[in-house]
């Protein structure tokens, strides 16, 4: 890409021309953030996904996100930054592996967080998000046993504000599992007015210490709300960027990772960046594509979720 080539006015240039909509998540780099038309969780990027009228949809996130605004969207063109942008979460999970853990407990019925590849969804019959998992388990009769999956620390979390007994797929997101509950509470001592808020993807142990727990969305809604000043924030570091822009007045603390090594930047998320991103939108590629077959099923389980959480 040339140098002197002002990224952003060329994608504002190519949204317009193409009648493309950019979706980011909150992990995004500040500059693809700055530039997108609507930033969100999974699930406020899963609406946006379904009502959309443009002709292009291009997506800032990872895989899974972008194969769900396809198969909600089987005659726009998806587009992907990086097409090796993946998840951890939906790596845990092959199809199979999950097939057999099914056949399993034919009893039950599997609800599955939309970090998982399109085949999970295939195999599931509700999708749910960080956002809106709690609605979804108990909109399911309280009789009727529950498959959750890919993640254990959000089932678990899940299981306990419910008092569900689910059966957890042992799946967990990188980012999210290495957070140090030793060293943020030193970092609780040196700043004792700090309020510890986390992603449910987190350990036990960390949201055990939390003051306030939910989807990304949610964080930012109680950072800016909330009326302390200082906040030690446990999930990726996209996030605090528009905490800062939003509430520009209070400190944002990234929760320390165990390792000094680690960051808590998901490596998946980060793959994209504004160059790709601007590559994409003029050469419409990468793509995502998909069998018919599986689009169609993967799409019930979203649909119920949509239904369910509108
Ligand atoms: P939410 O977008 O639901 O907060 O989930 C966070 C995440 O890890 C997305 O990959
Ligand atoms: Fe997957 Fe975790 Fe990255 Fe989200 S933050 S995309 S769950 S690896």
Same mark, same amino acid.
């Given at each position: ?30 500059? *693809? ?28 996130? /990872?895989? #899974? +996100? ?14 992907? %930054? ?15 592996? #999950? ?40 909109? /399911?009769?309280?009789?009727?046993? *529950? ?19 689910? /059966? ?5 997101? +990188?980012?999210?599992?290495? #957070? ?11 700043? %004792? ?6 992603? %449910? ?41 528009? +905490? ?28 994209? &960046? ?6 994409? +939108? ?6 995502? &594509? ?5 689009? /169609?099923?993967?799409?019930?389980? *979203?649909?119920?979720?949509?239904? *369910?959480?509108?």
């Amino acid at each position: 890409v040339d140098p002197t080539l002002d990224l952003f006015r060329e994608i504002e240039r190519l949204k317009k021309e193409k009648n493309a909509v950019l979706l980011a998540h909150y992990y995004q780099e500040p500059d *693809i953030q700055d530039v997108a038309d609507y930033i969100g969780d999974s699930l406020g990027l899963a609406q946006q996904a379904a009502k959309t009228d443009a002709d292009i949809i291009v997506f800032a996130g /990872v895989h #899974f +996100m972008a194969e769900t605004a396809k198969i909600l969207n089987p005659h726009k063109k998806v587009l992907l %930054p990086d097409l090796k942008a993946g998840c951890s979460l939906a790596d845990s999970a092959p199809a199979a592996l #999950f097939k057999q853990f099914k056949a399993k407990h034919p009893d039950h019925i599997v609800i599955s967080y939309i970090n998982c590849t399109a085949e999970i969804k295939a195999l599931s019959d509700i999708i749910c998000t960080s956002g809106n998992a709690k609605q979804i388990i108990e909109s /399911v009769p309280a009789d009727q046993p *529950i498959i959750f999956a890919p993640d254990k620390n959000l089932g678990g979390y899940l299981n306990k504000i419910t008092g569900r007994n689910m /059966v957890l797929w042992n799946g967990a997101c +990188m980012v999210h599992e290495i #957070f140090s509950l030793e060293k943020i509470k030193k970092l609780k001592v040196r700043h %004792p007015h700090a309020k510890l808020i986390a992603h %449910p993807e987190c350990e036990e142990a960390i949201l055990r210490e939390a003051e306030f727990i939910g989807s990304t969305t949610q964080l930012l809604k109680f950072a800016v709300q909330d009326d302390a000043k200082e906040y030690i924030v446990a999930t990726e570091t996209g996030i605090l960027h528009q +905490m800062q822009q939003d509430a520009p007045t209070k400190t944002f603390i990234p929760a320390p990772p165990d390792n000094s090594c680690a960051c808590n930047d998901c490596p998946h998320m980060k793959l994209n &960046t504004l160059e790709k991103l601007y590559l994409c +939108m003029e050469y419409e590629t990468p793509e995502i &594509t998909m069998e018919e077959e599986l689009r /169609v099923a993967a799409l019930k389980p *979203i649909e119920r979720m949509l239904e *369910i959480s509108r």
